[in-house]
């Protein structure tokens, strides 16, 4: 039996075109603003790591937890230099997997534009508790870590649930069932990527941002031994399956299989 497209329901149709909107608009100032900020070329090599990584993670020794290093890298873009390129990464990777895949148009946006949606609320926390903590002051250490923790868990939140509600309306099934199901687990994989951007957002502080570059290919030598070296390995769940598959990978992509799959 196929996969029912979202034409033939309503629901689902007009909370697409709600999200795709709102992500396109949270992207569209992203675009305006983005020229703007300052140390182009640094911002800018962070941002082409994270699109990427996207498709790499890192075990946590000792847990069923892989850290999302696009997710990493992003954090760290945010707490350095603002919102706005972040914004732009997240959509372009979106895109970039979605175009690749050949999707129609509309899930093209979507892919785009749900991501987009949930960095731009998750960066808007990462500078509320900012400016709360330390004003326009440096950010240090000690305010950094409830700044980035903030807007990791608010960027897990909205964009899980967004896409929870989607896949519960082509469903047929509650979007919170769809989220404890797939997405609950995955917080932890997200607590684990923003411990990461902590260590990243050090190296760039204390040795420079193309130190953290330089360091970039040795993480992707160590990525197939930890892959293979690990108990299965992150899959995607059953709901990435679905017309919106392409967005629900960025979060199953740290997910693993009940069972252990042979490598």
């Known amino acids: 039996m196929g996969t029912p497209t979202h034409s033939h329901n309503r629901p689902l149709a007009r909370f697409v075109a709600?999200?795709?909107?709102?992500?396109?608009l949270a992207l569209g100032q992203a675009l305006v603003q983005v020229p703007a900020v300052p140390q182009p070329w640094e911002w800018l090599a962070l941002a082409v790591l994270a699109v990427a990584c996207a498709p790499f993670s890192l075990r946590v020794p000792g847990a069923p937890v892989h850290a999302s290093l696009s997710d990493t890298f992003l954090f760290?873009?945010?707490?350095l230099y603002g919102p706005e390129p972040a914004i732009v990464a997240i959509a372009?990777?979106?895109?970039?997997?979605?175009?690749?895949?050949?999707?129609?148009?509309?899930?093209?946006?979507?892919n785009a534009a749900n991501p987009a949606l949930a960095m731009w609320v998750g960066a808007q926390t990462f500078v509320l508790v900012r400016?709360?903590?330390?004003?326009?002051?440096?950010l240090g250490v000690d305010t950094a870590v409830p700044a980035i923790f903030a807007m990791?868990?608010?960027?897990?939140?909205?964009?899980?649930s967004l896409i929870a509600v989607a896949t519960g309306l082509d469903k047929g099934r509650r979007p919170f069932d769809v989220w404890r199901h797939h997405f609950l687990v995955l917080s932890l994989s997200h607590a684990a990527?923003?411990?990461?951007?902590?260590?990243?957002?050090?190296?760039?502080?204390?040795?420079?941002?193309?130190?953290?570059v330089a360091v970039a290919p040795v993480v992707g030598m160590i990525y197939p031994v930890s892959r293979h070296g690990s108990v299965g390995s992150p899959t995607r769940?059953?709901?990435a399956r679905s017309w919106i598959g392409c967005t629900c990978q960025r979060f199953a992509r740290s997910r693993q299989r009940?069972?252990?799959r042979t490598v």
Not at 18 to 24: R, S
């Open 18 to 24: 709600l999200v795709t909107a709102a992500g396109l």
């Open 76 to 79: 760290t873009i945010v707490a």
């Open 92 to 110: 372009a990777d979106g895109f970039l997997v979605s175009w690749r895949r050949g999707h129609p148009a509309d899930r093209i946006l979507f």
């Open 131 to 138: 400016d709360r903590l330390v004003g326009p002051a440096l």
């Open 152 to 160: 990791a868990g608010v960027h897990f939140l909205v964009s899980s």
């Open 193 to 212: 990527s923003a411990s990461a951007a902590l260590f990243v957002l050090l190296l760039a502080r204390g040795a420079g941002v193309f130190a953290v």
């Open 237 to 239: 769940s059953s709901t």
């Open 258 to 260: 009940s069972k252990p």
